[in-house]
């Protein structure tokens, strides 16, 4: 419950302050976020799974943040940040699906 109350305060506290991203930060952004659902899929199917600890989902969740966020720096250093940007979204998208899968198998036992 106390998540759910984080949440909803968090996407209030957004839509009031309307915070503005830095131009230096914005391509990251997407990457980020992506990258922070699929540590939510993976948390949500480790705690439909019995195994959920939170200090790997912190962990998880913050470093596939942080790595996503520096190859696609680092594509942009070498000129192919556009490539390394679609590489990470098409990795995490297909890691987010099958958490998504392996989550409905559970819940719908299909």
């Known amino acids: 419950m106390i998540a759910v109350l984080g949440l909803v305060v968090g996407v209030v506290v957004g839509l009031v302050v309307r915070p503005v991203v830095p131009t230096a930060v914005e391509p990251y952004l997407p990457i980020a976020v992506v990258a922070a659902l699929d540590a939510v899929f993976g948390g949500l199917r480790a705690m439909l799974d019995g195994i959920f600890d939170d200090k790997v989902f912190v ?27 679609t590489g990470v979204v098409v990795v995490l998208g297909i890691r987010i699906f099958s958490n998504a899968a392996a989550i409905r198998r559970h819940v719908f036992r299909a």
Not at 59 to 85: E, P, R, T
């Open 59 to 85: 962990v998880s969740f913050l470093s596939n943040v942080v790595v996503a966020a520096l190859i696609v720096f680092l594509g942009d250093k070498l000129g192919v940040g556009a490539q390394l940007s």
